[in-house]
């Protein structure tokens, strides 16, 4: 006992307070204590320390809820005195988990369920409003099984302005949801677990809040072979070694080279004979204006190709040769070369900087990235394979493919090398593709939405547009999406002209907001007494104002209207830059994340076709809101399915039990799509598994059509193929679309 004693006294001296576990703050789930053994000192005597006590706890399906903080029980620190939330655990599962962080700026309830004064009936109620209560702000975040990780929550990311935070060693990816929230107003915070498809457990250690950033260090711990391959687990088509690899891919080469030959016997790159050389369906024409472009018959929307051929996309996203893995937050679970590459470079780029000074953020600010901070496995695979050759042999057989599974769509963020090369249709990312990247300005309103009133931003629309000028007379483009999941749209309820007060910068967007202010109210009485303020003068909307939507409902109204004019802007703009440099290609919208809010539609007049991700088991549900809001042609940018059984820790964002369910789910996904008539098509994401250890921001999805061998997962690309072979007449309904529902199981994301 003492020795905690000493460790809770270190942790108080260092600035931080110590939040403890206490069983009691169980809303849901169950927990335990685990007793560490004593560490022993250099003479055999026992440490200092004193030995570790771990809490245990079990998730149930439904997913654990404790109260981790409460400004009612934990009155005796203010969070405000500190800048850090920092907890410590670790997954007990072969898989890895997600958690949440929930923030609450009231209370609904004021009294736990368990507490002996409430009650019964009253605790019944109380349960219930608690369960149904949703979080001012939730900030999800996953964690590798079997490591032991400190992960530290920076209190400034409640401001909500940054959606994906920097990664921290051994965490994967973090994302904040939910409108900014003043650390002063938190009256609780929850920790919590998705719900999952069984009982989940993991272990925490330290739970305590800081003044400064923890050292973060972690355990060396071998987690991926040479290959790129999980060393934690076995399964079917787990490559031996490195001489097995290159025999793999030397014989996918031989079946490309073959299928090359044989298209050029067959005329066609597709095995359907109905197909055009796009992948348009011969069995429907329309006219033909060699450019691919809308129509519509009998209600039903088509995409015809060059030809005049009915055209449905069936695309494939981030078709790239391999993926990288990001190597910092994870250096002590990577091989010995592979650590000793990383340092090395690191050095060499410290150096550098002494000598130039650290070079500046990019033009959107955002800090560019360290090329020696990702190792590419897959890459590695294919040198190791082909030597200098290594590009051209992997263009050849992802290639083969695409063809063979019936992909006539090259989808977002795809090599631009292998789109000239495999001379198949294609879409390009505009905010990608463009050196500009979407319109921005200094200042931004809320996180990436710029001064859209700014003379700046109608400049930045000029740059971009013109990234589209050398694919403006290439027929095999489809079309541009103008951007990919704008990070101010993934919060519910948003005004974004609310955002715009609570930000105390003075941009144009404020000016403009005045000015429509005055000219609605004529006086300031009468605006005063519509909002139920008493400013001095319409100078007032140039303070700072926190909340102002709920300062009356006349506020609200006006703030929500501007808020429409700004996106309307915001899309306007740069979209008639990008028509007057390409008046042939297809813009195919913005690609939201998903449609909180009726106000996303603003600005879709300038759009051919309306664009939306989603993840959901059908897309019939998003497909059909935006058809019924706005009568325009609907294409799914990404959606995916996979799964736990071959290496990696995490299935991505929509999971299925194993690889025929995930064939099943393909086949269900899309051809239930295909029944609507506003359903253009759907691209799926992606065509690699994501890196075990974490891409960039840490996803470490099993979602590719391919390893990181490039071995295909049969049961889903033999479901693809036989899918896209079907699909013309599915839309068009001469055959039923697949209704075997697969066996969806909860998600393990973040």
Not at 655 to 684: D, K, M, S, W
Not at 685 to 714: A, H, K, T
Request: charged share 30%; aromatic share 12%; glycine share 8%.
């Amino acid at each position: 006992m003492e020795g905690k004693r000493n460790m809770k006294r270190e942790k108080e001296l260092a600035g931080c307070h110590t939040l403890a576990w206490k069983p009691e703050r169980l809303y849901r789930g169950s927990m335990e204590w685990e007793e560490g053994e004593e560490k022993e000192g250099a003479g055999g005597e026992k440490a200092s320390g004193g030995a570790e006590r771990r809490a245990l706890f079990t998730c149930p399906e439904e997913g654990l809820d404790y109260l981790l903080y409460t400004a009612d029980r934990d009155g005796e620190v203010r969070l405000t005195d500190y800048a850090f939330l920092c907890l410590r655990p670790e997954v007990l599962e072969e898989h890895s988990m997600c958690f949440q962080l929930s923030f609450y700026e009231n209370y609904e309830i004021r009294q736990e369920p368990s507490c002996e004064r409430v009650p019964e009936e009253t605790a019944q109620k109380n349960a219930l409003l608690r369960e149904e209560r949703e979080p001012d702000m939730r900030i999800i975040f996953g964690l590798l099984p079997g490591i032991r990780t400190m992960v530290p929550f920076d209190f400034r990311i409640l401001n909500s302005q940054v959606i994906f935070p920097e990664r921290t060693p051994g965490r994967l990816k973090m994302s904040i949801f939910g409108k900014p929230v003043r650390l002063s107003d938190v009256k609780e915070i929850r920790l919590q677990t998705a719900p999952g498809f069984e009982t989940f457990h993991f272990a925490a250690s330290e739970c305590f809040l800081s003044k400064e950033q923890p050292a973060c260090e972690l355990p060396e711990k071998r987690l991926i072979d040479d290959l790129g391959q999980w060393t934690q687990k076995q399964w079917k088509k787990k490559v031996a070694d490195r001489q097995a690899c290159t025999h793999i891919l030397q014989e996918l080469l031989s079946r490309a080279e073959a299928a090359e030959r044989e298209e050029q016997e067959r005329g066609s790159a597709f095995p359907f004979a109905d197909w055009d050389e796009y992948g348009g369906w011969k069995g429907k024409t329309f006219r033909k204006t060699g450019w691919f472009h809308v129509e519509r018959e009998n209600g039903r929307y088509w995409l015809a190709d060059p030809e005049g051929n009915a055209f449905l996309s069936a695309g494939l996203d981030c078709i790239n040769p391999g993926e990288g893995t990001r190597l910092g937050p994870v250096l002590p679970f990577v091989g010995e070369n592979v650590r000793k590459g990383y340092l090395e470079a690191a050095g060499r780029e410290e150096a550098q900087k002494a000598d130039s000074g650290n070079r500046p953020a990019d033009s959107h600010g955002r800090s560019r990235r360290k090329e020696y901070d990702f190792f590419n496995y897959g890459v590695e695979n294919l040198k190791a394979a082909f030597g200098e050759n290594w590009k051209e042999c992997w263009m050849k057989i992802v290639r083969y493919y695409l063809c063979s599974w019936g992909i006539n769509t090259i989808g977002n963020w795809s090599d631009r090398e292998f789109i000239r090369f495999a001379r198949l249709p294609y879409v390009i990312p505009m905010d990608s593709f463009s050196e500009e990247g979407y319109p921005h300005t200094e200042n931004a309103i809320f996180r990436d939405f710029p001064d859209v009133f700014s003379p700046e931003y109608e400049e930045s629309a000029e740059r971009y547009a013109k990234g589209l000028a050398p694919f403006a007379s290439d027929p095999l483009l489809i079309g541009y999406f103008m951007r990919n999941e704008p990070e101010w749209a993934f919060v519910y309820g948003l005004n974004i002209a609310e955002e715009m007060l609570a930000n105390p910068v003075q941009t144009a967007c404020r000016a403009q907001f005045r000015k429509r202010m005055e000219e609605k109210y004529g006086c300031i009485d009468r605006f005063n007494e519509a909002w139920n303020t008493s400013f001095s003068g319409f100078d007032g909307l140039d303070r700072e104002i926190y909340k102002a939507a709920s300062l009356s409902p006349e506020a609200e109204a006006d703030l929500k209207a501007f808020s429409e004019e700004m996106i309307t802007r915001y899309v306007e703009i740069p979209a008639k830059e990008l028509r007057r440099v390409d008046a042939n290609h297809l813009n195919l919208g913005m690609r939201y994340a998903y449609l909180t809010d009726k106000s996303l539609l603003c600005g879709s007049e300038y759009f051919d076709v309306f664009s939306i991700n989603s993840y959901q088991i059908t897309p019939l549900e998003p497909v059909e809101k935006a058809a019924g809001w706005l009568d325009k042609p609907v294409m799914v940018g990404e959606f995916h399915q996979g799964a736990l059984d071959v290496g990696l820790t995490a299935h991505g964002i929509r999971g299925v039990t194993n690889q025929e369910q995930r064939g099943c789910a393909y086949r269900y996904y899309l051809e239930q799509g295909l029944t609507h008539p506003h359903f253009l098509g759907a691209h799926y994401f992606q065509l690699n598994d994501q890196s075990c250890l974490g891409r960039f921001d840490g996803e470490n999805y099993q979602i590719g059509l391919i390893d990181v061998c490039m071995q295909e997962y049969e049961a889903m690309t033999e479901a693809m193929r036989a899918c896209h072979a079907d699909m013309y007449r599915v839309a068009a309904g001469e055959t039923a679309a697949w209704e075997i529902v697969p066996e969806d199981i909860e998600p393990i994301h973040y």
